[in-house]
T-cell receptor, first 113, second 115 residues
Framework: GQNIDQPTEMTATEGAIVQINCTYQ??????LFWYQQHAGEAPTFLSY????GLEEKGRFSSFLSRSKGYSYLLLKELQMKDSASYLC??????????????FGQGTELSVKP | DAGVTQSPTHLIKTRGQQVTLRCSPK?????VSWYQQALGQGPQFIFQ???????QRGNFPDRFSGHQFPNYSSELNVNALLLGDSALYLC??????????????FGPGTRLTVL
């Protein structure tokens, strides 16, 4: 089956660091994506991992362990504008174009002053 | 460079009606995917179009159908609307495979309300 789990809600303080975990079980794997989605808006791309290890991009980092079916998104120096839903998505192995994304339910992050 | 565009922004329909949603992909992209996002949930894959053909399909009934035009734009049609079809419908565009990294860019979505 296909299953992607992430916490429903998290709360953190402005200026702090927060880690959002994601575990997955899918029939195939061809990359893991993290998206940010503000209420009423489209998801926007944050990071992509296809090999094990850490990918760093400014205040955001993402880690992947394929053997454990595990990823996390690390947000540093939190700002109020980081309050949003964070979506973990796995792309299935593809034989044609594009490849579908399987999303978790999203983690609603609230950043408090 | 225009990103992914969708129309309309909002739509209200009644049960049993039919609806057509439209999507124009990001410039240079040739693959369009459609997702349904219910409130408080992650997006669910409906189907994907490339070269005017449906390439992959998620677990959605035949009431959901689509089309891709030669200019790569796409339509999503939903027949016999149910209350449960109320959701945000997202269109995402990407480049064809052959590239190891082909991010999907999302449009702003169409908010469909079925009464």
């Amino acid at each position: 089956g296909q299953n992607i789990d992430q916490p429903t809600e998290m709360t953190a303080t402005e200026g702090a660091i927060v880690q959002i975990n994601c575990t997955y079980q899918t029939s195939g794997f061809n990359g893991l994506f993290w998206y940010q989605q503000h209420a009423g808006e489209a998801p926007t791309f944050l990071s992509y991992n296809v090999l094990d290890g850490l990918e760093e991009k400014g205040r955001f980092s993402s880690f992947l362990s394929r053997s454990k079916g595990y990823s996390y998104l690390l947000l540093k120096e939190l700002q109020m504008k980081d309050s949003a839903s964070y979506l973990c998505a796995v792309r299935e192995r593809i034989y044609n174009q594009g490849g579908k994304l399987i999303f978790g339910q999203g983690t609603e992050l609230s950043v408090k002053p | 460079d225009a990103g992914v565009t969708q129309s309309p922004t909002h739509l209200i329909k009644t049960r049993g009606q039919q609806v057509t949603l439209r999507c124009s992909p990001k410039s240079g992209h040739d693959t369009v995917s459609w997702y349904q996002q219910a409130l408080g949930q992650g997006p669910q894959f409906i189907f994907q179009y490339y070269e005017e053909e449906e390439r992959q399909r998620g677990n959605f009934p035949d009431r959901f159908s689509g089309h891709q035009f030669p200019n790569y734009s796409s339509e999503l049609n939903v027949n016999a609307l149910l209350l449960g079809d109320s959701a945000l419908y997202l269109c995402a565009s990407s480049l064809a495979a052959g590239q190891a990294y082909n991010e999907q860019f999302f449009g702003p979505g169409t908010r469909l309300t079925v009464l």
